[in-house]
C-alpha cells in the first residue's frame, strides 16, 4: 500500500525559505518517481518538482525553477523540496506525489494529505 507522508510547512515572509519532506512507503523510490505538486485556494492542481527515481533526473515547473530544489535522502524514500526566495503566489498547500508517467508528464497517481505553505509578512 502507497503511503505518503509530507511536513515541514509553515508561515514564512516574502524571501524566506523553508524545506518540505516526503517519506514514502509501499513502493521503492529507485524504480518510481517522486514530487510534489500545489493547489492553491479556489486553484487546480499545479505540478511543481519531480524527481525520477530510475535516472536521478528533475523536473522543475517555470514558477519555482532556480529557486526550489527536490532532493533525495540517498538510500532512503524520502524526498525533500527546498524552497528559497519564496513569494506570496507559492502559498499553497504542496503534496508529495507520485507520477504515472515518469516525470514527463503532471499526471498525478497517489499523493498525501499535504502540508500547508504559507508565505505573508
Known amino acids: 500500500q502507497v503511503q505518503l507522508v509530507e511536513s515541514g510547512g509553515g508561515l514564512v515572509q516574502p524571501g524566506g525559505s523553508l524545506e518540505l519532506s516526503c517519506t514514502a512507503s509501499?513502493?521503492?523510490?529507485?524504480?518510481?518517481?517522486l514530487g510534489w505538486f500545489r493547489q492553491g485556494p479556489g486553484m487546480g492542481r499545479e505540478g511543481v518538482a519531480c524527481?525520477?527515481?530510475?535516472?536521478?533526473?528533475?523536473r522543475y515547473t517555470d514558477s519555482v525553477r532556480g529557486r526550489f530544489t527536490i532532493s533525495r535522502e540517498r538510500g532512503k524514500n524520502t524526498v525533500r523540496l527546498r524552497m528559497t526566495s519564496l513569494k506570496a503566489d507559492d502559498t499553497a498547500t504542496y503534496h508529495c506525489?507520485?507520477?504515472?508517467?515518469?516525470?514527463?508528464?503532471?499526471?498525478?497517481?497517489?499523493w498525501g494529505r499535504g502540508t500547508q505553505v504559507r508565505v505573508a509578512s
Open positions: 524527481l525520477h527515481g530510475p535516472s536521478g533526473g528533475r
Open positions: 506525489t507520485t507520477f504515472t508517467e515518469g516525470c514527463s508528464q503532471w499526471a498525478f497517481d497517489y
Open positions: 509501499g513502493f521503492d523510490l529507485d524504480y518510481y518517481s
